[in-house]
Every structure is written in structure tokens, then in C-alpha cells.
């Protein structure tokens, strides 16, 4: 296990120095794959998720509140076959079980049983925990049906099933022992080196890096990152919950991370006030309903527009923000953007907007005009504005900075719908501008797209390569300025959303996004035939009628 440990901080390291280097990365793309190949990857990636899901499993018995029965357990013991007018027969048998907590706090049981190491029985289960015993009904390939019961044991649980198979009862007594010895630090250790693998064979990319300022007041991330890595995005945030000392506000789209989760009950245990808003739509989520059970303040929007926001105000003076959902398909999944800022005069723009959704329930076109529009200085040559949407006329800043454009143009968008934005690029274009961009290939069938036009002027586009979504709404101009946040570049998010827009002036900021984008570019394929003809007049469906039904539902390809 040391070796093992070592080498995942090896690994992290490494990964670590590359995240401050900003210069290009030197990548292939990567060769066709054949059908033999693509079954062989395919094959190994599931065996690695299910050694996730049977280590998840394990993970649970170390978290709080646990019952005892989760993990995964060695089994051994005797199967009786009791036959009408004849004495039981004995066999003995081994096998092992893995017990899953589930969210509405049953559990679900898989376990295998070899009887003398000839016949292999497949059971499964669900059950719930009843005055200290777990119960439930099992279904096995070699034993029919019947009652499954496991209790607690010093070092490990006791095993009974009972059923009825060709009108003869069969029962199974035995105990199980952990399979596993490794404590938590191990676990995480393991669970990253398996994320790491699933990852990079789902989706070769250069690696995401990550730039600090010399103050570190600024941080800039990228995603996606691997799960369970000590330094990750989601770790990020958690670290950031972690050290709060009196307050925690949060905007989230979507909220689905269950360690953040706890992490947010831990701050409050520990008397920092903890506040969330959230859109709607996530009510059923078990994070949201984890939060509720501990009774932290929430409060979603109420309506049809999308509560669009992904940002956490920290104690007043730290901000993070950007293109980030706190789900796993945010982080983990989709290529994204996380920008985090220490400066109490930009917490504040952010506290006005928060106060007005979740004290004054103000959500959408009902929200004040009250956003400081000048320049923030955050750091030493950081400087930042913020614009709110809608009532701050996010696209007319957009436009202002696309307008003033004098050398490049770089953009990486999830959602590109809006005329005027692509009216003034071509303007550029026109003008000696150089134009790039990256589009998510999921909207190529999009009517209002604007990848075709901008192709028809001259500008380089490319559609994305990741196989789930790049959710990125970035634009870069002249290497100086960066437009991030929540705003996707269309009218829905202008008008109905609630939204955030950060214009970042730091050409070392400016070139860590300049990084970003030539790491996607360098992956995309300029011989797609819909870089042509996407948007071109096609009888496709809308985008301003589907980008919310999208944007950030994430799954993961099987």
C-alpha cells in the first residue's frame, strides 16, 4: 500500500508542476480505433467502474453516521438442503457480499457464493436495517428465493438465507470478514488511481492546468478533473467550505456532490453561517435533501427561468465562480472553468445579488439594477468587473469587449445562439481580427448556431472532442481580457436567466484561458464536414429553445 501511495503523490506532483506552466501543449491527436480496440477499452473501463463502485462501498463504513453493514465482505460457511423425509445435506461454501447504502437509506446487496468450489450462485438483495438487523428479500440463480439477513458481529457480520427451491427448504448460515484492510487515506488513494485511468481512456486530453497569482488572491481552474484527486476542483471547494470562519453563501444550478455537502453541514456544526440558493430543478437531489435534513437555509427560485448561477461567497471577501456546476458531471465530465478571487469590494457586488434572490426572493427580470459596473482591483494587475444577468445588460458588456477587439478573438462555447454577438466577430473579422473558436459538438444540429457563419467569414472553429460537453463560455481578447462565468452567448441567458459575467483584465490570467483553449483546439478535427454547414439555414431545431434543457446534464458514456 505504501508503494502505491507514493506513487499516486508521485502522480499528483507531476501533475501539480504541469498545472503552472502556460506554455502550449504538445499533443497528437489520438489514431482512429478499431472495433477490436474499442471493445478491449470498453471491456477494461467497466471493470474498473465496478471496482469503484465496490470501493465506494467500502468508503461508506468509514463515513459518519454509518450502520456497519456497507463494504464488501468475505463470506464462508454451510448451505442446508432440507429434503421431505430425508436428513439435511450439508455443503459448505464461500463467497463474498458487497453491501451499497442507497439514498432513501436502504441498502443494496450483491454477493457471489461458490458451493465446495464447484457451482457459483449470483444473489442480489435490498433491505433496510430494522432494530439493528439488516433484512431483505434475496434472489439467487442456484437458491431460488427467499429471506436474507445479516447482523453485526465483532470483526465482521453473520450471514442467514432462507428459501424454498422444488418444495425443499434451503438455508445458508455463515459470517463474513472484511475484504479489505485499507483505511480512508488508502481508499482515496486507490479510488484516485482508478478515476485516473477511466478518465484518461474515456477522453485523452493535455492536462488541465491550473495558474495562481503571486499573492495567490487569483486562482484559475480547469476541468475536467479526476475524482478523489487531493487536488482537484471539487477538493478545492470543499477546502474552501473547510475554511470558512463565519460565512457561506452559495448560488448553484445544480448541487449534486455529497462530500461538498457534508462539508457545508460540518461548517455550520462548527457555527458559520451557511446559505444556499438553487434552481428548482434540484429539489430531488440527495445532496439538497442532505442539506435540508440537517436544516441549513435554502431557498430555490420558484419559477420557469433557471436560477443559472454557479457561485460561493466565503466570509465575506472570497469568491469563486465561473463555468463550474457542482455535480459531477461539472467537474469531472464536462471541460469547464473555475476562477476564485480574494477581495472583499467584489464580494460585495456578490452578497448584493445574492441577498436579493434569497432574502427579497428577486429572481430573473424582478432583480434590481444595483451592480457596481467600474473596475475592481483585486490584486496587484488583476482587475475585474462584474455584470449580473438580466439586469445588468450582460451582452451589451459582452459586445463592448468584442467591438474593442484590435488583434484576437478566442472564444470556447457551450452555447453560441446570439446574431448580434456573431454580427460584431464578422465586423472583426473583416477589420484584420483574428477569430478562433470552439463550439459543443451536441448543438451541431442547432438552426441558430452560429459555427457556420462565423466559419463562411474566415474565422477558425472547430466542434469540441469531448464525448460529454464543453461548457465552457469563454472569450479571450487580445491576450488581456477574459469574459467568463455562468453567461451563455444567447438571448435566454441575457433576458430570463439568472447569471453571472466576470471581465478579468491580466494577461497572465488571459494567457492561462489562451492555454486552456489551445489544449481543446489541438484535439478538434478541422475536417468536420458540419464545421460548414451547422447554422447555415438548416431546418434544425432552435437553440434558445433547448439550451436550458441541456446545459449541464451531463451523463457518462458507457
Wanted: charged share 25%; proline share 5%; aromatic share 8%.
Amino acid at each position: 500500500m505504501r508503494t502505491t501511495l507514493n506513487s499516486i503523490r508521485l502522480l499528483c506532483l507531476v501533475v501539480g508542476l504541469g498545472m503552472v506552466a502556460l506554455a502550449p501543449p504538445a499533443y497528437a491527436q489520438p489514431r482512429a480505433e478499431s472495433p477490436e480496440d474499442y471493445r478491449a477499452r470498453k471491456a477494461a473501463e467497466k471493470a474498473i467502474r465496478d471496482e469503484v463502485r465496490n470501493l465506494l462501498a467500502e468508503y461508506a463504513r468509514l463515513e459518519a453516521g454509518a450502520s456497519g453493514f456497507e463494504g464488501m465482505w468475505r463470506l464462508s460457511g454451510t448451505r442446508t438442503v432440507a429434503r421431505s423425509g430425508a436428513a439435511g445435506q450439508d455443503t459448505g461454501f464461500t463467497g463474498d457480499i458487497v453491501v451499497r447504502p442507497q439514498p432513501d437509506g436502504t441498502f443494496a446487496i450483491d454477493g457471489k457464493a461458490y458451493l465446495e468450489g464447484r457451482n457459483t450462485g449470483l444473489f442480489t438483495a435490498q433491505g433496510k436495517v430494522v432494530d439493528g438487523v439488516l433484512t431483505g428479500t434475496y434472489k439467487a440463480t442456484i437458491a431460488g428465493e427467499g429471506e436474507l439477513t445479516l447482523r453485526r458481529a465483532p470483526g465482521g457480520l453473520l450471514l442467514g438465507m432462507r428459501g424454498i427451491i422444488a418444495g425443499n427448504e434451503v438455508t445458508c448460515d455463515g459470517e463474513g470478514v472484511p475484504q479489505l484492510t485499507l483505511d480512508r487515506q488508502g481508499l482515496e488513494a486507490r479510488l484516485f488511481e482508478l478515476e485516473h485511468k477511466l478518465q484518461s481512456s474515456r477522453y485523452p486530453r493535455p492536462e488541465p492546468v491550473r495558474y495562481r497569482t503571486p499573492s495567490r488572491k487569483t486562482e484559475v481552474r480547469f476541468t475536467p478533473t479526476v475524482e478523489w484527486d487531493p487536488h482537484g476542483v471539487e477538493q478545492q471547494v470543499i477546502d474552501l467550505i473547510d475554511g470558512a470562519q463565519r460565512s457561506i453563501d452559495m448560488a448553484v444550478f445544480e448541487f449534486s456532490l455529497m462530500r461538498v455537502a457534508h462539508a457545508l453541514v460540518r461548517a455550520k456544526e462548527r457555527g458559520v453561517a451557511v446559505r444556499m440558493v438553487y434552481d428548482n430543478r434540484e429539489d430531488h437531489q440527495p445532496a439538497i435533501l442532505h442539506l435540508k435534513a440537517h436544516d441549513l437555509p435554502l431557498r430555490d427560485d420558484g419559477r420557469s427561468g433557471y436560477m443559472h448561477n454557479k457561485f460561493i461567497l466565503v466570509d465575506e471577501r472570497i469568491v469563486w465562480t465561473g463555468s463550474t456546476n457542482l455535480a459531477p458531471g461539472g467537474i469531472y465530465v464536462a471541460d469547464n472553468n473555475a476562477i476564485s478571487f480574494t477581495s472583499p469590494e467584489l464580494a460585495a457586488e456578490f452578497k448584493k445579488e445574492f441577498e436579493e434572490m434569497f432574502v427579497d426572493n428577486q429572481f430573473g427580470p424582478r432583480s434590481p439594477r444595483n451592480t457596481t459596473l467600474d473596475w475592481i482591483t483585486v490584486d496587484r494587475g488583476v482587475k475585474v468587473q462584474v455584470r449580473f444577468a438580466p439586469e445588468d445588460s450582460a451582452m451589451a458588456r459582452v459586445m463592448e469587449a468584442v467591438k474593442g477587439a484590435q488583434r484576437s478573438i478566442r472564444f470556447i462555447a457551450f452555447a453560441y445562439t446570439s446574431k448580434p454577438l456573431c454580427d460584431a466577430m464578422i465586423e472583426r473579422i473583416q477589420a484584420g481580427v483574428k477569430v478562433e473558436g470552439i463550439f459543443e459538438s451536441r448543438h451541431a444540429g442547432w438552426a441558430d448556431t452560429k459555427i457556420g457563419p462565423l466559419h463562411a467569414a474566415g474565422a477558425k472553429v472547430r466542434f469540441d472532442s469531448n464525448p460529454n460537453a464543453l461548457h465552457h463560455k469563454v472569450i479571450i481578447v487580445d491576450d488581456r481580457y477574459v469574459l467568463t462565468g455562468s453567461f451563455n452567448f444567447s438571448e435566454g441567458a441575457d433576458r430570463s436567466n439568472d447569471e453571472n459575467l466576470l471581465v478579468v483584465d491580466n494577461r497572465q490570467i488571459a494567457q492561462a484561458f489562451v492555454r486552456e483553449f489551445n489544449a481543446l483546439m489541438s484535439i478538434t478535427d478541422p475536417s468536420d464536414p458540419r464545421i460548414a454547414t451547422s447554422g447555415m439555414g438548416g431546418g434544425g431545431p432552435s437553440g434558445e429553445g433547448m439550451i436550458d434543457r441541456l446545459d449541464d446534464s451531463f451523463t457518462e458514456t458507457e
